[in-house]
């Protein structure tokens, strides 16, 4: 998103708190006396809060500012980073070698930092036999534990049994540490 900011001579307010280039207030001031500080410091004055009485302005070279201004919004994406949330479907009647591959699908997905939601579904007679299922979702979710952390019990949901995990988050020392 791509904010517009008022800068110099565009800045209608007649008197600004006015904020340094070293982020420590200077104090109120007119328009014109803050552009000529600016100004003799080869920098711009920038208005910051439009809103605030008296308006906020900083003197800070613009290209600087929008850089600083990139570096937050960067951070601030890492911070909110979305995890998608995957499912695997699986029957209670399962075959092993296609149990481990769908265990293979989730850990990739784990890696990639997914969530992912196992799922049993049961058809037809197969909801007669629910301790199958349960004693596959228990197998998955000790196959899982290193991983990913398992945020919920198996529920049930209609003829549906699942649950969720999610990955174990790394830390940069853990990183180092590898």
Not at 69 to 79: D, I, R, V
Not at 107 to 124: A, E, I, R, S
Not at 139 to 159: A, D
Request: charge should be positive; glycine fraction near 4%; include cysteine.
């Amino acid at each position: 998103m791509q904010k517009f900011y008022k800068l110099n001579q565009y800045i209608a307010a007649s008197e600004l708190r006015v904020i340094g280039p070293d982020e420590k207030q200077i104090g109120v001031m007119s328009r014109d006396e803050a552009i000529f500080k600016a100004r003799q410091m080869n920098m711009d004055l920038i208005l910051v809060a439009d809103k605030a009485k008296p308006p906020v302005a900083r003197i800070i070279d613009f290209n600087k500012f929008k850089y600083i201004q990139s570096q937050k919004e960067k951070e601030g994406k890492k911070k909110t980073a979305s995890t998608d949330l995957k499912e695997i479907r699986i029957t209670p009647f399962i075959a092993q070698a296609d149990f481990q591959n769908r265990m293979k699908r989730v850990k990739q997905f784990l890696n990639l930092d997914h969530k992912v939601k196992l799922t049993v579904k049961f058809t037809g007679r197969q909801i007669s036999r629910k301790a199958f299922g349960e004693q596959l979702l228990h197998k998955s979710c000790q196959e899982m534990v290193e991983y990913g952390t398992q945020e919920s019990q198996p529920k049930w949901q209609g003829k549906l049994l699942w649950v969720t995990f999610a990955p174990i988050r790394k830390t940069k020392q853990n990183e180092k540490e590898k």
